[in-house]
Each structure stands twice: as structure tokens, then as C-alpha cells.
């Protein structure tokens, strides 16, 4: 589902995205799971752009 959203956006919503979803995996403030969560689409974007 992750890869399927992502290839979906145009490419400056896929920076945004993916500038949103760096935030949220290593800034202090967002919860355990949304951190997981985040670094987890992140993995599954760089698996899909390898």
C-alpha cells in the first residue's frame, strides 16, 4: 500500500512526503509507533527505489 500511495504523487508531493516521514522517524516529539511507522514507508520507498 505504501509503495502503491507513494508512486501515486506527483514528484514534489513525494519530497514532501518523504521530507515529512524523515521528520517523523527522527525528530523527538511523535509517538514510538508513528516513528516505527515512519522509518518502516521509508524502508519500503527505498526498497521500491533500488
Known amino acids: 500500500m505504501i509503495e502503491k500511495a507513494f508512486t501515486s504523487l506527483e514528484s514534489d508531493q513525494q519530497k514532501a512526503a518523504m521530507d515529512h516521514l524523515q521528520r517523523m522517524a527522527?525528530?523527538?516529539g511523535w509517538q514510538p509507533e508513528q516513528?516505527?511507522?515512519a522509518q518502516a514507508a521509508l524502508d519500503t520507498i527505498a526498497d521500491?527505489?533500488?
Request: charged letters at 20%; proline letters at 11%.
Open 26 to 28: 527522527a525528530e523527538p
Open 35 to 37: 516513528q516505527v511507522s
Open 48 to 50: 521500491h527505489k533500488t
